[in-house]
Protein backbone atom coordinates (compact mmCIF):
# COMPACT_ATOMS: atom_id res chain seq x y z
CA UNK A 1 0.00 0.00 0.00
CA UNK A 2 2.88 2.16 0.74
CA UNK A 3 4.21 2.69 -2.79
CA UNK A 4 0.23 3.84 -4.18
CA UNK A 5 2.29 7.31 -2.96
CA UNK A 6 5.45 6.97 -5.26
CA UNK A 7 5.94 9.99 -7.00
CA UNK A 8 7.05 9.83 -10.76
CA UNK A 9 9.49 11.66 -11.84
CA UNK A 10 8.54 13.02 -15.31
CA UNK A 11 11.14 12.36 -18.43
CA UNK A 12 11.44 16.40 -19.10
CA UNK A 13 12.64 17.03 -15.34
CA UNK A 14 15.04 14.36 -15.68
CA UNK A 15 16.76 16.06 -18.72
CA UNK A 16 16.85 18.98 -17.06
CA UNK A 17 18.49 18.26 -14.03
CA UNK A 18 21.41 16.53 -16.49
CA UNK A 19 21.40 19.90 -18.22
CA UNK A 20 21.84 21.45 -14.78
CA UNK A 21 24.32 19.06 -14.01
CA UNK A 22 26.48 19.34 -17.27
CA UNK A 23 26.50 23.10 -17.22
CA UNK A 24 28.45 22.66 -13.58
CA UNK A 25 30.43 19.75 -14.98
CA UNK A 26 31.76 22.69 -17.79
CA UNK A 27 31.81 25.09 -14.40
CA UNK A 28 34.25 23.15 -12.64
CA UNK A 29 36.56 22.52 -15.59
CA UNK A 30 36.81 26.27 -16.90
CA UNK A 31 37.41 27.97 -13.42
CA UNK A 32 40.61 25.55 -12.67
CA UNK A 33 42.00 28.12 -15.58
CA UNK A 34 42.03 30.33 -13.41
CA UNK A 35 44.23 30.12 -10.62
CA UNK A 36 42.31 30.57 -7.58
CA UNK A 37 44.83 28.98 -5.60
CA UNK A 38 43.89 28.75 -2.02
CA UNK A 39 39.95 29.03 -3.44
CA UNK A 40 40.41 26.53 -5.67
CA UNK A 41 39.34 23.06 -3.20
CA UNK A 42 36.42 25.53 -1.62
CA UNK A 43 35.14 26.67 -5.31
CA UNK A 44 35.67 22.31 -6.77
CA UNK A 45 34.16 21.20 -3.51
CA UNK A 46 30.96 23.72 -3.78
CA UNK A 47 30.01 22.80 -7.12
CA UNK A 48 30.58 19.28 -6.58
CA UNK A 49 27.94 19.63 -3.39
CA UNK A 50 25.48 21.72 -5.48
CA UNK A 51 25.62 18.99 -8.21
CA UNK A 52 25.61 16.33 -5.28
CA UNK A 53 22.41 17.93 -4.42
CA UNK A 54 20.60 17.64 -7.78
CA UNK A 55 21.39 14.17 -8.71
CA UNK A 56 20.12 13.26 -4.63
CA UNK A 57 17.08 15.71 -5.25
CA UNK A 58 15.91 14.93 -8.38
CA UNK A 59 17.41 11.29 -9.52
CA UNK A 60 17.36 9.64 -6.30
CA UNK A 61 13.68 11.19 -5.68
CA UNK A 62 14.75 13.10 -2.35
CA UNK A 63 12.52 15.52 -2.59
CA UNK A 64 9.56 13.17 -2.65
CA UNK A 65 10.54 11.08 0.39
CA UNK A 66 9.62 10.78 3.75
CA UNK A 67 11.13 13.65 6.10
CA UNK A 68 12.44 10.44 8.30
CA UNK A 69 14.33 9.57 5.35
CA UNK A 70 15.49 13.25 4.06
CA UNK A 71 16.47 13.81 7.55
CA UNK A 72 18.61 10.38 7.91
CA UNK A 73 20.55 11.60 4.71
CA UNK A 74 21.05 15.31 6.37
CA UNK A 75 22.71 13.86 9.46
CA UNK A 76 25.30 11.38 7.43
CA UNK A 77 26.39 14.90 5.50
CA UNK A 78 26.21 16.25 9.26
CA UNK A 79 28.06 13.49 10.81
CA UNK A 80 31.01 13.87 7.64
CA UNK A 81 30.92 17.21 8.21
CA UNK A 82 32.15 16.85 11.78
CA UNK A 83 34.26 14.00 11.29
CA UNK A 84 36.47 16.46 8.75
CA UNK A 85 36.43 19.24 11.42
CA UNK A 86 37.64 17.24 14.11
CA UNK A 87 40.70 15.73 11.68
CA UNK A 88 41.54 19.06 10.85
CA UNK A 89 41.49 20.91 14.38
CA UNK A 90 43.87 17.83 15.49
CA UNK A 91 46.02 18.38 12.83
CA UNK A 92 46.26 22.16 12.88
CA UNK A 93 47.33 21.86 16.19
CA UNK A 94 49.56 18.84 16.73
CA UNK B 1 -11.83 -14.75 -5.33
CA UNK B 2 -8.23 -15.92 -6.25
CA UNK B 3 -7.04 -11.92 -6.69
CA UNK B 4 -8.16 -11.74 -2.76
CA UNK B 5 -6.15 -14.98 -2.40
CA UNK B 6 -2.89 -13.63 -4.03
CA UNK B 7 -3.10 -10.60 -2.27
CA UNK B 8 -2.89 -11.81 1.29
CA UNK B 9 -0.04 -14.65 0.03
CA UNK B 10 2.35 -11.61 -1.38
CA UNK B 11 4.12 -9.79 1.75
CA UNK B 12 5.74 -7.23 0.71
CA UNK B 13 7.11 -3.64 2.39
CA UNK B 14 8.68 -1.34 -0.84
CA UNK B 15 9.45 1.19 2.23
CA UNK B 16 11.37 -1.11 3.97
CA UNK B 17 13.56 -2.13 1.16
CA UNK B 18 13.81 1.41 0.14
CA UNK B 19 15.35 2.42 3.51
CA UNK B 20 17.24 -0.86 3.81
CA UNK B 21 18.98 0.46 0.49
CA UNK B 22 19.74 4.02 1.73
CA UNK B 23 21.32 2.53 5.07
CA UNK B 24 23.62 0.52 3.03
CA UNK B 25 24.55 3.94 0.92
CA UNK B 26 24.84 5.35 4.04
CA UNK B 27 27.66 2.66 5.19
CA UNK B 28 29.33 3.43 1.39
CA UNK B 29 29.09 6.70 2.01
CA UNK B 30 31.36 6.75 4.68
CA UNK B 31 33.64 4.23 3.32
CA UNK B 32 34.46 6.59 0.74
CA UNK B 33 34.33 9.28 3.42
CA UNK B 34 37.19 7.74 4.86
CA UNK B 35 39.28 7.64 1.89
CA UNK B 36 38.35 11.85 1.49
CA UNK B 37 39.57 12.26 4.96
CA UNK B 38 42.90 11.13 4.03
CA UNK B 39 43.17 12.63 0.45
CA UNK B 40 42.03 15.83 2.40
CA UNK B 41 45.00 15.51 4.94
CA UNK B 42 47.53 14.73 2.97
CA UNK B 43 46.47 17.14 -0.04
CA UNK B 44 46.88 19.92 3.33
CA UNK B 45 50.09 18.62 3.64
CA UNK B 46 52.05 18.29 0.15
CA UNK B 47 50.00 19.95 -2.09
CA UNK B 48 52.69 20.55 -4.80
CA UNK B 49 52.91 17.01 -4.94
CA UNK B 50 49.48 16.44 -5.03
CA UNK B 51 49.09 18.97 -8.04
CA UNK B 52 52.01 17.76 -10.11
CA UNK B 53 50.43 14.71 -9.62
CA UNK B 54 47.18 15.50 -10.67
CA UNK B 55 49.08 17.04 -14.11
CA UNK B 56 49.71 13.39 -15.07
CA UNK B 57 46.06 12.55 -15.71
CA UNK B 58 44.43 13.67 -18.78
CA UNK B 59 41.13 16.12 -17.83
CA UNK B 60 39.49 14.95 -21.90
CA UNK B 61 39.26 11.05 -20.51
CA UNK B 62 38.50 12.69 -16.46
CA UNK B 63 35.48 15.10 -18.03
CA UNK B 64 34.38 12.49 -20.72
CA UNK B 65 33.89 9.89 -17.94
CA UNK B 66 32.25 12.17 -15.43
CA UNK B 67 29.09 13.06 -18.83
CA UNK B 68 29.32 9.22 -19.02
CA UNK B 69 28.34 8.75 -15.92
CA UNK B 70 25.95 11.83 -15.38
CA UNK B 71 24.26 10.61 -18.41
CA UNK B 72 24.03 7.00 -17.02
CA UNK B 73 22.74 8.35 -13.94
CA UNK B 74 19.52 10.05 -16.01
CA UNK B 75 18.98 6.93 -18.12
CA UNK B 76 18.55 5.04 -15.40
CA UNK B 77 16.27 7.63 -13.72
CA UNK B 78 14.16 7.18 -16.53
CA UNK B 79 14.38 3.59 -16.63
CA UNK B 80 12.59 3.85 -13.24
CA UNK B 81 10.08 6.37 -14.22
CA UNK B 82 9.48 4.14 -17.70
CA UNK B 83 8.44 1.29 -15.05
CA UNK B 84 6.46 3.15 -13.30
CA UNK B 85 4.44 4.03 -16.50
CA UNK B 86 4.40 0.48 -17.48
CA UNK B 87 6.44 0.89 -21.08
CA UNK B 88 8.99 -2.46 -20.28
CA UNK B 89 10.39 -2.13 -23.50
CA UNK B 90 11.39 2.28 -23.14
CA UNK B 91 12.53 0.48 -19.61
CA UNK B 92 14.66 -2.00 -21.15
CA UNK B 93 16.10 0.17 -23.67
CA UNK B 94 17.04 2.90 -20.86
CA UNK B 95 18.82 0.40 -18.76
CA UNK B 96 20.67 -0.95 -21.72
CA UNK B 97 22.17 2.43 -22.66
CA UNK B 98 23.16 3.02 -18.47
CA UNK B 99 25.30 -0.21 -19.51
CA UNK B 100 26.76 1.34 -22.41
CA UNK B 101 27.16 4.25 -20.41
CA UNK B 102 29.36 2.24 -17.98
CA UNK B 103 31.54 0.11 -20.32
CA UNK B 104 32.21 3.68 -21.48
CA UNK B 105 33.46 4.78 -18.28
CA UNK B 106 35.85 1.41 -17.72
CA UNK B 107 37.03 1.64 -21.38
CA UNK B 108 38.17 4.80 -20.76
CA UNK B 109 39.18 3.82 -17.20
CA UNK B 110 41.38 0.55 -18.99
CA UNK B 111 43.17 3.68 -21.07
CA UNK B 112 44.11 5.64 -18.27
CA UNK B 113 45.25 2.76 -15.92
CA UNK B 114 47.32 1.43 -19.01
CA UNK B 115 48.81 4.52 -19.77
CA UNK B 116 50.29 4.94 -16.26
CA UNK B 117 51.31 1.07 -15.84
CA UNK B 118 53.15 1.48 -18.82
CA UNK B 119 55.47 4.66 -17.51
CA UNK B 120 55.60 1.89 -14.54
CA UNK B 121 53.10 3.40 -11.94
CA UNK B 122 50.99 1.03 -10.34
CA UNK B 123 50.73 0.07 -6.60
CA UNK B 124 53.42 -2.13 -5.84
CA UNK B 125 55.49 -1.22 -9.16
CA UNK B 126 59.47 -0.75 -8.45
CA UNK B 127 59.51 2.59 -9.38
CA UNK B 128 56.61 3.51 -6.63
CA UNK B 129 58.95 3.78 -3.62
CA UNK B 130 61.26 6.13 -5.41
CA UNK B 131 59.01 8.76 -5.72
CA UNK B 132 58.41 12.10 -3.63
CA UNK B 133 56.64 11.20 -0.78
CA UNK B 134 53.37 13.26 -1.91
CA UNK B 135 53.66 11.64 -5.28
CA UNK B 136 53.62 8.81 -3.59
CA UNK B 137 50.27 9.24 -1.58
CA UNK B 138 48.45 10.95 -4.32
CA UNK B 139 49.09 8.39 -7.26
CA UNK B 140 48.18 5.39 -4.14
CA UNK B 141 45.16 7.23 -3.43
CA UNK B 142 44.32 7.67 -7.12
CA UNK B 143 44.76 3.84 -7.96
CA UNK B 144 42.67 3.05 -4.25
CA UNK B 145 39.54 5.68 -4.67
CA UNK B 146 39.78 5.09 -8.89
CA UNK B 147 39.82 1.41 -8.29
CA UNK B 148 37.24 0.79 -5.56
CA UNK B 149 34.82 3.32 -8.05
CA UNK B 150 35.80 0.70 -10.72
CA UNK B 151 34.63 -1.88 -8.85
CA UNK B 152 31.04 -0.29 -7.76
CA UNK B 153 30.61 0.30 -11.54
CA UNK B 154 31.11 -3.23 -12.03
CA UNK B 155 28.79 -4.04 -8.80
CA UNK B 156 26.14 -1.83 -10.52
CA UNK B 157 26.52 -3.18 -14.08
CA UNK B 158 25.98 -6.62 -12.58
CA UNK B 159 22.59 -5.17 -10.38
CA UNK B 160 21.42 -3.71 -13.48
CA UNK B 161 22.25 -6.53 -15.46
CA UNK B 162 19.89 -8.33 -12.93
CA UNK B 163 17.10 -5.37 -13.30
CA UNK B 164 17.50 -5.61 -17.27
CA UNK B 165 16.36 -9.60 -17.08
CA UNK B 166 14.21 -8.97 -14.51
CA UNK B 167 12.09 -6.56 -16.60
CA UNK B 168 12.40 -8.95 -19.57
CA UNK B 169 10.46 -11.62 -17.90
CA UNK B 170 8.07 -9.71 -15.78
CA UNK B 171 9.39 -9.68 -12.37
CA UNK B 172 9.80 -6.40 -12.09
CA UNK B 173 6.49 -4.75 -13.54
CA UNK B 174 4.70 -1.12 -13.32
CA UNK B 175 3.08 -2.35 -9.88
CA UNK B 176 6.24 -3.65 -8.37
CA UNK B 177 9.55 -2.19 -9.54
CA UNK B 178 11.97 -1.46 -6.03
CA UNK B 179 14.44 -4.07 -6.96
CA UNK B 180 14.35 -1.39 -9.80
CA UNK B 181 14.55 1.30 -7.52
CA UNK B 182 16.87 0.18 -5.42
CA UNK B 183 19.57 -0.72 -8.65
CA UNK B 184 18.93 2.86 -9.93
CA UNK B 185 19.95 4.63 -6.20
CA UNK B 186 23.35 2.14 -6.03
CA UNK B 187 23.86 3.56 -9.51
CA UNK B 188 23.19 6.82 -8.57
CA UNK B 189 25.68 6.53 -5.52
CA UNK B 190 28.50 5.79 -7.91
CA UNK B 191 27.44 8.91 -9.91
CA UNK B 192 27.53 11.10 -6.24
CA UNK B 193 31.04 9.45 -5.67
CA UNK B 194 32.82 10.18 -8.79
CA UNK B 195 30.96 13.86 -8.49
CA UNK B 196 33.47 14.37 -5.85
CA UNK B 197 36.70 12.19 -7.20
CA UNK B 198 37.02 14.10 -10.71
CA UNK B 199 37.32 17.40 -9.27
CA UNK B 200 39.44 16.18 -6.45
CA UNK B 201 41.89 14.33 -8.57
CA UNK B 202 42.30 15.71 -11.64
CA UNK B 203 41.53 19.55 -11.35
CA UNK B 204 44.09 20.57 -8.81
CA UNK B 205 45.61 23.59 -9.05
Known sequence: ?94 | MSEKVKYIEVHRDDEAAKLGMWLFIFTELLLFGGLFLVYSVFRAKYPANFHEGSLELSVTIGAINTIALLFSSMTIAMALTAMQKNNKKLAMQLIAITLLMATVFLFNKYIEWSAKFEHGLYPGSPLMPHLDRGHLLYFSLYFFMTGLHALHIIVGMVLLSICFFRVRNGGIHSKKYVQLENGALYWHLVDLIWIFLFPLLYLIT
Open chain 1, 1 to 94: MANNTTHTTEYKVLARVLLVLMFFTFLTISVTAYHLAAFSVTVALLIASVKGFFVLTYFMHLKYESTLLRILVAMIFVLYAVIILITFIDYAFR
